[in-house]
């Protein structure tokens, strides 16, 4: 089975424009989970779908969004990006979203200038 | 949401089994235990999981103490591959919500 795959693996934005990132999960998984990871904070849940609903979501502000489509494929997007959005943004996930584990992908190295 | 703790670093000789001690004093009793390890630059992975009892898998065991405030993961025979820092979870009953909290960071010495 094919694992978690996250595009792109490495990007470099602006200050002030917006970022959209993908996460395509493990066939027949149906929960998608975003985490960020700073050295600073650590890993920070942002947000969780499960068939195509937002069912969690952490303490992020409003620019932080995030969709799931039908075939469980995942965007997060980031509007109008600060300096301290630079961070390992990691997407997971899970065949029921409930009590089994979550796989992890790569994770997108997002740097802010 | 049940907070864990977990010292900051530990060293293990290779060859030698692991012991990673975990605190989750507030753990409710519908929350599980989970064990992820993260290698430098990759996400984490998975390693075992449990809400009461023992567990054991492939890669390591995890001991519950018997009042759920704190866990020990064991792996057996640590290789310098192990070298990683490890999170203890307490899975929140809210949702599929984790806090992955600091971690511990392991040094498999040769």
């Known amino acids: 089975k094919a694992g978690v795959t996250q595009t792109p693996r490495y990007l470099i934005k602006t200050r002030g424009q917006q970022v959209t990132l993908s996460c395509s999960p493990i066939?027949?998984?149906?929960?998608v989970s975003w985490y960020q990871q700073t050295p600073g904070q650590g890993l920070q849940f942002l947000f969780e779908?499960?068939?195509?609903?937002?069912?969690n979501k952490g303490n992020f502000p409003g620019r932080f969004s995030g969709r799931q489509f039908s075939n469980s494929r995942s965007e997060m997007n980031v509007s109008t990006l600060e300096l301290g959005d630079s961070a390992l943004y990691l997407c997971?996930?899970?065949?029921?979203?409930?009590?089994?584990?979550?796989?992890f992908g790569p994770g997108t190295r997002l740097t802010v200038t | 949401d049940a907070k864990t703790t977990q010292p900051p670093s530990m060293d293990c000789a290779e060859g030698r089994a692991a012991n990673l001690p975990c605190n989750h004093s507030?753990?409710?009793?519908?929350?599980?235990v989970y064990w992820y390890r993260q290698i430098h630059s990759q996400g984490p992975q998975y390693i075992i999981h449990?809400?009461?009892n023992n567990e054991t898998n492939e890669m390591a065991s995890l001991i519950i103490t018997e009042d759920r405030k704190s866990s020990t993961l064991i792996l057996p025979h640590a290789t310098l591959r192990d070298t990683a820092v490890y999170y203890c979870?307490?899975?929140?009953?809210?949702?599929?919500?984790?806090?992955f909290g600091t971690g511990t960071s392991l040094t498999v010495i040769p």
């Open positions: 997971a996930s899970s065949s029921t979203g409930g009590f089994y584990e979550q796989y």
């Open positions: 449990g809400l009461k």
């Open positions: 507030t753990i409710s009793g519908n929350e599980y």
């Open positions: 979870i307490v899975r929140t009953n809210t949702g599929n919500q984790f806090y």
């Open positions: 779908y499960f068939s195509e609903t937002q069912r």
């Open positions: 066939s027949g998984h149906r929960s």
